[in-house]
Nanobody, 127 residues
Framework: QLQLVESGGGLVQPGGSLRLSCAAS????????IGWFRQAPGREREGVSC?????????DYADSVKDRFTVSRDNAKNTIYLEMDSLSAEDTGVYYC???????????????????WGQGTQVTVSS
């Protein structure tokens, strides 16, 4: 059974950086698309970024994070990363990774398609 564990969240000043990790166990992520989602207080959960299965590796980003966030895979470690730069208060929220067994292009907006979720990691951007 696939289990996902996020880590790397924390408190960072505006303009700073964080790298989130999504470590998988139980199943190799080679044939899974992985999405990163976030939920700010009082707001709906939204898609941030996604990366397609190992065979494709294509990525997608929400407009709000393009050119600031980078998603990547480390197949040897069965881990997905989200590098976040130039952080602002609007990036504050709980960040979740989720997996979908899917060999096509990942879908940043298809939240319901992802059937394995981590517990989330808090990111707070504040001075």
């Amino acid at each position: 059974q696939l289990q996902l564990v996020e880590s790397g969240g924390g408190l960072v000043q505006p303009g700073g950086s964080l790298r989130l990790s999504c470590a998988a166990s139980g199943v190799t992520l080679d044939n899974y698309a992985i999405g990163w989602f976030r939920q700010a207080p009082g707001r709906e959960r939204e898609g941030v970024s996604c990366i397609s299965s190992r065979g494709s590796g294509s990525t997608d980003y929400a407009d709000s994070v393009k050119d600031r966030f980078t998603v990547s895979r480390d197949n040897a470690k069965n881990t997905i990363y989200l590098e976040m730069d130039s952080l602002s208060a609007e990036d504050t929220g709980v960040y979740y990774c989720a997996a979908e067994f899917w060999l096509g292009k990942c879908d940043l907006n298809g939240m319901s398609q992802y059937d394995s979720w981590g517990q989330g990691t808090q990111v707070t951007v504040s001075s």
